[in-house]
């Protein structure tokens, strides 16, 4: 999946990546979307997870959660971006995957979700100005994130976390307090 990407990866090509024959490969996976949530949840830096499951409001300090949150993203979406990239080349492909994904309640926008509501939390409890749109400003963030990561295929591109941070710290403006 990562020199071909999961369109053009064949079950029979991972399965003998693998070690394996591609009847081994369905008795573990119901289908390359199911095989291809695996590779993710095994490519997720577990500090994703770790991170997702422990923010907290009012718990340290905000900017510099969300720029680890940055930086883990921008890793993630890097080592994944060869492998996912290919399914928008074919809508039929897109459609089944997003079938797949809705079907296992599973999705990308969970990410969003997760970091939006910590955000919400921070505007509970005064760390973030009401105005300020928590689902929003989670998008900019992931897609700041996605955006540069995909540039950094492209030649020397690095993105810095913290500048990632400070410009959208800086585009929200007096909305931030903590």
């Not at 591609?22 to 199911?34: C, I, M, N, V």
């Not at 993710?40 to 905000?62: C, Q």
Request: proline share 3%; net charge neutral; glycine share 10%.
């Amino acid at each position: 999946m990562r020199t071909k990407g999961l369109a053009r990866a064949t079950t029979k090509e991972i399965a003998k990546a693998a070690g394996f024959s591609e009847a081994a490969l369905y008795k573990h996976f119901q289908d390359k979307t199911e095989l291809f949530l695996a590779v993710l949840k095994e490519r997720v830096p577990s500090d994703l997870g770790s991170l997702l499951g422990s923010l907290r409001a009012g718990k340290g300090d905000l900017r510099q959660t969300l720029v680890k949150f940055a930086e883990i993203a921008l890793g993630f979406y890097t080592d994944t971006f060869p492998i996912a990239a290919s399914i928008f080349s074919e809508p039929a492909l897109l459609a089944a995957h997003n079938e797949a994904l809705r079907q296992r309640g599973t999705g990308p926008h969970l990410v969003v979700k997760a970091l939006a509501g910590y955000l919400s939390a921070e505007q509970e409890i005064g760390r973030l100005a009401p105005e300020v749109d928590a689902e929003t400003a989670a998008g900019l963030l992931l897609g700041a994130c996605h955006y540069h990561a995909f540039l950094g295929f492209f030649g020397d591109w690095r993105a810095d976390p913290e500048k990632v941070v400070a410009t959208l710290w800086s585009g929200l403006g007096d909305g931030i307090r903590g």
